[in-house]
């Protein structure tokens, strides 16, 4: 995908990843021929929607920074904005609470609420950083890591893992409200397999615009 290009009002953009079983009569080798093609295929249909197949951990190695130890948000990673954490986590699990209507993914009924993890904390703020500093947008890091290898890499064993990426919202209902309206990405805030969530908020100066990174996994 194209850089984004430094604007005073930049355009929002959103796009989702998920990482997960599109066969479950796969055989084991089957599986890995399947999660190699779908890297570059895709399995769920065209569009802003990239599902790729995989049952396990991709295997740590990209140059991706390492878990933090705390679970506290340092400034450049929420916006400045107060109470993130909570307010985020809050937003997260009042829409999972009620069923929702995700588009052509269909409807999804009310799920369980996640839990924050400093791990996928680390892999989101990260991947955050790295599209500020080299002025890109895409699940893809500069490096070439994806989703899976930056969450590997941070430590967590996942087995289901998503991300959902947006720039130019300006606070967190804003943003969580854009990923709700887009099908894919509001499948995966209800994908009821997840149990653990962070998401990242890092401030382009160059345009003022806020980068956002949710990722959602659940651990092998």
Same mark, same amino acid.
């Given at each position: 995908?194209?850089?984004?290009?430094?604007?005073?009002?930049?355009?929002?953009?959103?796009?989702?990843?998920?990482?997960r079983?599109?066969?479950?009569?796969?055989?084991?080798?089957?599986?890995?021929?399947?999660?190699?093609?779908?890297?570059?295929?895709?399995? &769920?249909?065209?569009? +802003? !929607?990239?599902?790729? /197949? %995989?049952?396990?951990?991709? @295997?740590?190695?990209?140059?991706v920074?390492? =878990?933090?130890?705390?679970?506290?948000?340092?400034?450049?990673?929420?916006?400045?904005?107060d109470?993130?954490?909570?307010a985020?986590?809050?937003?997260?699990?009042?829409?999972?609470?009620?069923?929702?209507?995700?588009?052509?993914?269909?409807?999804?009924?009310?799920?369980?609420?996640?839990?924050?993890?400093?791990?996928?904390?680390?892999?989101?703020?990260?991947?955050?950083?790295?599209?500020?500093?080299?002025?890109?947008?895409?699940?893809?890091?500069?490096? &070439?890591?994806?989703? +899976? !290898?930056?969450?590997? /890499? %941070?430590?967590?064993?996942? @087995?289901?893992?998503?991300?959902?990426?947006? =720039?130019?919202?300006?606070?967190?209902?804003?943003?969580?409200?854009?990923?709700?309206?887009?099908?894919?990405?509001?499948?995966?805030?209800?994908?009821?397999?997840?149990?653990?969530?962070?998401?990242?908020?890092?401030?382009?100066?160059?345009?003022?615009?806020?980068?956002?990174?949710?990722?959602?996994?659940?651990?092998?």
């Open positions: 995908m194209k850089s984004i290009e430094p604007t005073t009002r930049p355009a929002i953009r959103l796009r989702p990843a998920m990482i079983i599109c066969n479950k009569h796969l055989s084991l080798p089957a599986i890995a021929t399947a999660l190699l093609a779908a890297l570059l295929t895709g399995c &769920g249909g065209g569009g +802003a !929607d990239e599902n790729v /197949a %995989a049952t396990s951990p991709a @295997s740590p190695g990209s140059t920074a390492p =878990a933090q130890t705390a679970s506290v948000i340092v400034a450049s990673e929420r916006c400045g904005i109470s993130y954490q909570e985020m986590l809050a937003e997260i699990n009042r829409r999972r609470a009620s069923a929702q209507t995700c588009g052509s993914r269909g409807s999804f009924p009310a799920t369980t609420a996640l839990t924050w993890n400093s791990q996928l904390l680390a892999a989101a703020a990260g991947h955050a950083k790295d599209m500020v500093a080299k002025n890109f947008f895409s699940h893809t890091g500069s490096s &070439g890591s994806s989703v +899976a !290898d930056r969450v590997s /890499a %941070a430590g967590y064993a996942w @087995s289901t893992v998503a991300e959902n990426i947006a =720039a130019g919202q300006p606070s967190i209902t804003r943003v969580v409200d854009a990923w709700m309206s887009s099908d894919g990405h509001c499948a995966n805030l209800m994908n009821a397999t997840v149990r653990d969530v962070a998401v990242a908020c890092v401030v382009n100066t160059a345009n003022q615009s806020n980068y956002w990174v949710m990722n959602l996994a659940k651990t092998r």
